[in-house]
């Protein structure tokens, strides 16, 4: 199972932090990635981080404004939200895949979290 928290209204430039907590899973057997939906729109990988965490991945529009990061200890996945923009708006899902290499196919994903909200005004 995997939970997420964090989202919420935001104006443009400003930061907001996700977490998810995973449960049930051998949490260091998986890489872990964010994903995005906003309305009318396809899921999009927003970003990933290897199953160690010595390995993150972002889509270029995030690039130098996310940070994603995890804690094997602690079983959580975090996304670090900064200069956020209107078009970042749209829900949030935390995921986990197995297969290491497809962390950008959503498809690909063995679990989801509920997906957590955020939303950014101009």
């Known amino acids: 199972q995997l939970v997420e928290s964090g989202g919420g209204l935001v104006q443009a430039g400003g930061s907001l932090r996700l977490s998810c907590a995973a449960s049930?899973?051998?949490?260091?057997?998986?890489?872990m990635g964010w994903f995005r939906q906003a309305p009318g729109k396809e899921r999009e990988f927003v970003a990933a981080?290897?199953?160690?965490?010595?390995?993150?991945y972002y889509r270029d529009s995030v690039k130098g404004r996310f940070t994603v990061s995890r804690d094997n200890a602690k079983l959580t996945v975090s996304l670090q939200m900064r200069s956020l923009k209107p078009e970042d708006t749209a829900i949030y899902y935390c995921g986990a895949v197995f297969e290491a290499t497809r962390y950008r196919e959503y498809h690909e994903y063995n679990y989801w979290g509920q997906g957590t909200q955020v939303t950014v005004s101009s």
């Open positions: 049930g899973i051998i949490f260091e057997g998986y890489v």
């Open positions: 981080v290897s199953r160690r965490g010595d390995n993150t």
